[in-house]
């Protein structure tokens, strides 16, 4: 896959995300929130943009949405559960769920 590939799938992950945390914060702003790991001025930012702005901001070559699971472990415990599948997405929201927020450092901070 070429480079020029890569690049506009980052960039159709990133307008899809942009969509998708516009329609959660739309509907419940707390509990979206809480799943993007977002605080309330991101959140009010991310409502607030218009869809040029979005497509600009989509057009990076940087993924937007960042990977939750900084830890292989916590990772292992996601996918080789061995619960009853029943269980099993409870067992796995009540582990992401326990993860702190932790804001993606500032420009300013140096």
């Given at each position: 896959?070429?480079q ?5 799938e980052i960039?159709e992950i ?5 969509l ?9 702003r707390e509990?979206?929130m809480f799943r ?5 001025d ?6 607030t ?11 990076t ?6 990977f ?11 996918t ?22 932790e ?7 140096k």
């Amino acid at each position: 896959m070429s480079q020029t590939n890569f690049l506009d799938e980052i960039q159709e992950i990133n307008l899809a995300y942009l969509l998708l945390a516009q329609r959660l914060l739309d509907e419940d702003r707390e509990a979206a929130m809480f799943r993007l790991k977002i605080d309330s001025d991101v959140a009010e930012l991310i409502v607030t943009l218009n869809a040029r702005q979005l497509t600009k901001l989509a057009r990076t070559s940087q993924l937007l949405c960042r990977f939750s699971q900084t830890s292989a472990e916590r990772l292992r415990q996601l996918t080789d559960n061995p619960r009853d599948q029943g269980l099993a997405g409870l067992h796995a929201s009540l582990l992401l769920a326990s993860d702190t927020f932790e804001p993606m450092p500032s420009g300013g901070d140096k």
